[in-house]
């Protein structure tokens, strides 16, 4: 069942809009990142704008205090001090009413651009499927959508204030040429300096947080696979060499965390101490003039109110800097899994499968698979016959060259393959949700069907030990349950698919020997003028079997009944009876 129910769960999570999976080529960061504010675009305009008025607003406090002091208190006109009052009255309104707008839209250009690029990851996680495990490792994946996606949406959170920043830059810089030339060039010089002088700190930075991002990668999936296989671990007593392994791991995130930090200090420090300095030039610039008598009292005030304010756009561009590196870096991480392609992909001219039953023939190991039969394949390494399954399902990297009468399964439509040759695999797969939704995630049968194929894999059990039935929650992984008991669950969701070639791979591994003759009953009788493979050497499976295929070395080497390969097989004999007979 492999990727199909890992679809499916997708598709009930992801629900945003413009999360297509058919992206277009995202393979550089800069390309992604430009994707994502294409698809909010509406959001971030409305956020900029907003932005822009917030910040502007604010930049004519100063001016509205000047007129007040040069014109009212200075000049003596009470009219005019009441109007510049109310205009600066009306600019605080203005003011809060646009921030808490723009505050509202830049939150939600944050969580748009965060969680798009989550769930682009889990369509990406659904359609590679295997091949993304082996190419990326786990704890990346897991980094990028707890940590990278978060980033990415911190630039498009910045992005208005940003705007805001530049155009209130560039209209105090206006005020002060059309009040004093020499103070209008420090401002329109000196900002660009300031900011450029950023970039010594922040290229080392960015090296840094890349490393940092590494490191967390790795303790994430050393995590994961501890947490996993913690019931291993306990077993054999291996928790105190992971535990070691884990601190090890911290202390290197610790230590490149440590070297993030002195650079992430510095560049706060220079935050707060650039536009101090500049401050304090421009303020004495125009003490300066005023003493003079160049510029006003009035004017005087506003250039210091100037000169405070322009410490916002100068932070905020050092912030956007900062959120556009960590942004970059969670990208790369992002795009990198992007890349990798799937191992079954559709083909463009996809032919139709032969209608009703069809042989099935493997030409790599010579197995041919009659219709309407059940077939147990045997070998005496089990990765063999695994390998024999994934290439009838149409599964993993290796090109696959199995036909159904005549037909190659890599030419047909790969939804076509996946309703007619479904593939459970030995290892199975429970995800969190109510146990009907787990054994139907379609939602194409009833109660009582369902509770037939439960008997079928000898499930009753399984099912009288829930107090919710089949409406009980499922834990993560299925972790609730035994080996045995989410094999047989996994063997009902296989048998509900209806299929006409139906794969399991070593379906009662897990099991009693009791419930596995149960379960071999059942199943031949269930399954009975359908197509059925079974790769087992388990000898009460093998007795249902209307014929066994044995391989050596990955190829047919005899094929023929249970008894009679008993009898003539001495390879065979050994591999069924564990080497226990000669």
Known sequence: MRHTLAERKMNQVISLPH??????DLTSPTAYLRWVGKGQWRTLVVAIAFGIVWLVSQALFPAAMGKAIDEGIIGGDAGS????????????????????????????????????????????????????????????????????AMRIGGLYDVSARFAGAVVSYVVVA???LGASTPLGLVVLIGVPVLVACLTFI??????????????????????????????????????HTFLRRYAVQSQSVRQVGNRVAGYQAALDAAQVLLPGLFVLVVVWLGARFAIDGEITAGQLVAFYGYTAFLVIPLRTATEMVDRATRAHIGARKLTKILRVEPDDV??????????????LYDPRSGVTIEPGRFTVVVSARPEESAALADRLGRFGAAETDVR?????????????????????????????GTLRDELDPWGDHDDASILDALSVASGDDVLEALPGGLDNEVEERGRAFSGGQRQRLALTRALLTGADTLVLVEPTSAVDAHTEARIAGRLTAARAGRTTVVMSASPLILDQADHVVFLRGGTVAATGTHSRLMADEPDYRRTVVRGEED
């Not at 999360?19 to 277009?24: L, V």
């Not at 990668?217 to 947490?227: E, F, Q, R, S």
């Not at 009468?405 to 309703?419: N, P, Q, W």
Request: glycine residues 10%; neutral net charge; aromatic residues 4%.
């Open 404 to 432: 159904l009468d005549g037909t190659r399964l890599a030419d047909a439509s790969l939804a076509e393959v996946r309703r007619r040759v479904v593939v459970s695999e030995t290892d199975p797969r429970l995800f969190t």
């Open 346 to 359: 559709e083909t463009p001219d996809a032919q139709p499968l032969p209608s009703g039953p069809a042989r």
């Open 202 to 239: 922040v290229r080392p930075l960015q090296a840094r947080q890349l490393a940092q991002r590494e490191e967390s990668g790795k303790l994430i999936g050393l995590g994961a696979d501890t947490v996993a296989g913690l019931r291993v671990l306990r077993g054999i007593g291996g928790e």
């Open 81 to 148: 001090l009441v109007l510049w009052c109310g205009i600066l009255l009306g600019l605080v309104t203005i003011s809060a009413l646009s921030g808490a707008m723009r505050h509202k839209y830049a939150v939600a250009n944050w969580m748009q651009g965060a969680f798009r690029s989550a769930q682009l990851i889990g369509h990406k996680a659904a359609d590679t499927g295997e091949a993304l495990t082996r190419s990326v490792p786990t704890g990346d994946v897991v980094a990028t959508v707890s940590s990278d």
């Open 19 to 24: 999360a297509d999976p058919g992206t277009p």
């Open 174 to 176: 206006l005020i002060l």
